[in-house]
């Protein structure tokens, strides 16, 4: 019997992001549009792996979906045991421009989830010619915090089973178990202080009230997406946000909570299909 | 049936769950969990309930204290909770819940408790 195979394949990516040298790992199928995809913090890129593996998508887009630095099967860079991972704006800006570049990317499409969205919202702020289009999932300008990230990296709570068991209750109860415990293995796996380090840009240095209203999506298009069950990016949230940009499209996914690409593909797939029909046609 | 009598049969419920009994395995904590007005009292041993007791108990001590509205814990024990109502934390946010005291074993096994609080979900609806 022929092995039975899922259609993405991985690579490694030599390149430089602010000078330090990286080995960034990264997975795609697909033709077309370049479609690079931002996962959430603490976890990696098989978060998208329903979208690298449908055909409907695939057919008319290269997906591309990369490990952030420190994260996934990326190597960590050199000197990584010497520092307190913090993830900035800067840093996460230059990281994805620096990706989209080293790989010839012509104006790519970028789709973000919760950190991801959240930078997407600053691509559209201050690097929107380079992009064909952008979709910010469980993304707003700003979110109220919910917990003390200080419990996320010490040595006498698991990391990983903490991590895991904090989001735990931002993924819909309508989500089927199995994606709901994928979801949650993927937290378990990042490494010590990682996700820490991702709430920072999240917390306190990402904070783009005032700044999302000089988005002009007429430059680049800018959809939004938010899980009604998300409640650490509320629909209240978005819909705040999206209020703030003129021609911003938004919608709130019922029975989708934070991580909708992986907790309920099925369920996302009947969102993300109209929004990419819409780049894909142009309109 | 009120939020309080739900959550007093909890006992049975964990009891009947293998699963969670095993993830507890390694967890032995006093805690005290106010459903509206009324206090439980639970000591855990390797993860199942030693003692349960209902009411209040004069200068009981409790390493953490989960509190919660009657409206919180009812509305978080629906089948299919709405949204903003599902999750321990979804609770404390909207301020219809709080956490206090040492968290640190809460924090341990915070998949286990999260569980624990859910288990009056699995009672028929009409009790």
């Not at chain 1, 421009?97 to 201050?126: H, K, T, Y």
């Not at chain 2, 629906?78 to 206090?100: C, N, V």
Request: aromatic content about 10%; proline content about 7%.
């Amino acid at each position: 019997m022929a092995p039975v195979l899922d259609p993405m394949i991985g690579r490694y990516l030599r390149l430089d992001i602010d000078g330090t040298r990286h080995r960034l790992y990264f997975e795609e199928a697909g033709q077309g549009i370049p479609l690079v995809c931002l996962h959430t913090a603490g976890a990696d890129n098989r978060q998208f792996r329903h979208l690298l593996a449908d055909p409907e998508i695939t057919s008319r887009f290269r997906v591309i979906a990369f490990d952030m630095p420190w994260h996934g099967k990326s190597t960590p860079p050199e000197g990584w045991e010497k520092t307190e991972y913090r993830l900035t704006t800067a840093s996460y800006t230059a990281a994805i421009r620096a990706f989209c570049q080293a790989l010839e990317l012509d104006r790519p499409v970028v789709m973000g989830c919760s950190i991801g969205g959240r930078i997407v919202l600053n691509l559209a702020i201050a690097h929107a010619t380079e992009f064909r289009a952008l979709v910010a999932l469980e993304a707003a300008d700003f979110q109220q915090p919910w917990y003390d990230t200080a419990w996320l990296h010490r040595p006498d709570v698991h990391g990983g089973e903490v991590c895991a068991a904090l989001i735990s209750g931002l993924i819909a109860p309508q989500s089927p178990p199995t994606s709901r415990h994928e979801t949650l293995w993927m937290y378990m796996q990042g490494g010590p202080g990682i996700f820490k380090g991702d709430l920072y840009f999240y917390r306190v240095d990402g904070d783009l009230r005032e700044k999302v209203k000089s988005i002009d999506t007429t430059v680049c298009p800018l959809y939004l997406l938010t899980g009604e069950y998300d409640f650490s990016c509320t629909a209240e949230d978005t819909l705040r946000t999206a209020a703030q940009i003129p021609g911003a499209e938004v919608q709130v996914m019922k029975e989708l909570g934070h991580f909708p690409m992986s907790e309920n593909p099925a369920r996302f797939r009947e969102y993300i299909l109209p929004v990419l029909e819409k780049i894909a046609s142009g309109s | 049936m009120s939020p309080a009598d739900r959550f007093a049969r909890l006992p049975d419920l964990l009891a009947d769950d293998a699963d969670l009994l095993r993830r507890g395995h390694w967890l032995n904590v006093e805690c005290r969990v106010d459903i509206g007005t009324e206090p439980f009292h639970l000591t855990l041993a390797q993860g199942a309930i030693a003692a349960f007791d209902r009411g209040p108990r004069l200068m009981r001590s409790t390493v953490f204290t989960v509190r919660g509205t009657a409206e919180a814990w009812r509305n978080h024990w629906q089948k299919i909770p709405a949204p903003g109502w599902h999750d321990l934390f979804a609770l404390t946010k909207r301020g219809a819940a709080s956490l206090e005291g040492d968290l640190r074993p809460l924090l341990q096994n915070l998949q286990f408790f999260k569980d624990l609080l859910a288990l009056p979900r699995r009672l028929p609806e009409q009790l």
